[in-house]
């Protein structure tokens, strides 16, 4: 009962809250009440373009519709009247478990605005191994206890993860780089790099130095992506990194 469920980001604009609340509001349902709600403003333009979404409004359209999926998973009959979004009396069911509602993490890549955003609006922060390293982290950590604070809100007690950390795990460093780069070069469309922390990539000992470089940052919560071979790289990942964390 002590498992989680999260959603990853879900691109918020993308989607129209109402739907997003009845998604949100079963999957409560079915964890038990353990569910972590994750959105975001997206990124990709042509997911905009294909929905005929305007891109350039992404971030309005996330703070409004934050707003909107809080009222419609907090109790029946919610309204909302936004520059976006606007019901009126609408109830979701089933009803989620948590109350007031399942708790919704915004992500950010750092930017001041972006985090400043999460202090306001969430209830955690996703940051991305993929876009920051460690000490980017760090410091982007800073900035948003800074805006917690600033608005009367405890930063040790409002969580965060650290997400899209593509992972390959392996007893021979060089070994588990030859499997992994090239599939995170073709995913992610950049040159690996090795040395930025973004990447859970080599033997158990590089592996483990890395995780607590991340956790030394300030990092509550990291989620790893094996590229391949998910069930063993998760099964070694318990057996040979958690250990002495």
């Given at each position: 009962?002590?498992?989680?469920?999260?959603t990853?980001?879900?691109?918020?604009p993308?989607?129209?809250?109402?739907?997003?609340?009845?998604?949100?509001?079963?999957?409560?349902?079915?964890?038990?009440?353990?569910?972590?709600?994750?959105?975001?403003?997206?990124?990709?333009?042509?997911?905009?373009?294909?929905?005929?979404i305007?891109?350039?409004?992404?971030?309005?359209?996330?703070?409004?519709?934050?707003?909107?999926?809080?009222?419609?998973?907090?109790?029946?009959?919610?309204?909302?009247?936004?520059?976006?979004?606007?019901?009126?009396?609408?109830?979701?069911?089933?009803?989620?478990?948590?109350?007031?509602?399942?708790?919704?993490?915004?992500?950010?890549?750092?930017?001041?605005?972006?985090?400043?955003r999460?202090?306001?609006?969430?209830?955690?922060?996703?940051?991305?191994?993929?876009?920051?390293?460690?000490?980017?982290?760090?410091?982007?950590?800073?900035?948003?206890?800074?805006?917690?604070?600033?608005?009367?809100?405890?930063p040790?007690?409002?969580?965060?993860?650290?997400?899209?950390?593509?992972?390959?795990?392996?007893?021979?460093?060089?070994?588990?780089?030859?499997?992994?780069?090239?599939?995170?070069?073709?995913?992610?469309?950049?040159?690996?790099?090795?040395?930025?922390?973004?990447?859970?990539?080599?033997?158990?000992?590089?592996?483990?130095?890395?995780?607590?470089?991340?956790?030394?940052?300030?990092?509550?919560?990291?989620?790893?992506?094996?590229?391949?071979?998910?069930?063993?790289?998760?099964?070694?990942?318990?057996?040979?990194?958690?250990?002495?964390?």
């Amino acid at each position: 009962h002590d498992l989680k469920i999260a959603t990853g980001v879900v691109g918020l604009p993308l989607r129209h809250p109402v739907a997003m609340a009845q998604s949100f509001a079963t999957l409560d349902v079915l964890s038990g009440g353990n569910l972590i709600i994750g959105v975001g403003e997206g990124s990709t333009q042509s997911d905009f373009d294909a929905l005929g979404i305007p891109f350039q409004e992404r971030r309005k359209m996330l703070v409004d519709g934050v707003v909107a999926l809080r009222a419609l998973l907090s109790g029946p009959g919610a309204s909302h009247h936004g520059p976006f979004y606007s019901f009126d009396d609408i109830t979701v069911a089933p009803a989620s478990l948590q109350k007031p509602c399942p708790p919704i993490w915004l992500s950010g890549w750092g930017a001041p605005v972006g985090l400043r955003r999460v202090a306001r609006l969430g209830d955690g922060w996703i940051a991305s191994a993929w876009h920051s390293s460690p000490e980017e982290f760090q410091t982007a950590l800073g900035v948003l206890n800074s805006a917690l604070e600033s608005r009367g809100r405890d930063p040790d007690d409002f969580p965060n993860a650290v997400n899209t950390m593509f992972m390959y795990v392996d007893a021979d460093g060089d070994r588990a780089r030859q499997v992994a780069v090239p599939i995170i070069e073709r995913t992610t469309r950049t040159t690996f790099d090795g040395e930025g922390g973004h990447f859970l990539v080599g033997d158990y000992e590089e592996c483990k130095t890395l995780l607590r470089r991340w956790m030394d940052a300030g990092a509550k919560q990291i989620c790893v992506w094996p590229v391949t071979d998910a069930p063993r790289q998760i099964q070694m990942f318990g057996e040979y990194l958690l250990p002495g964390l």
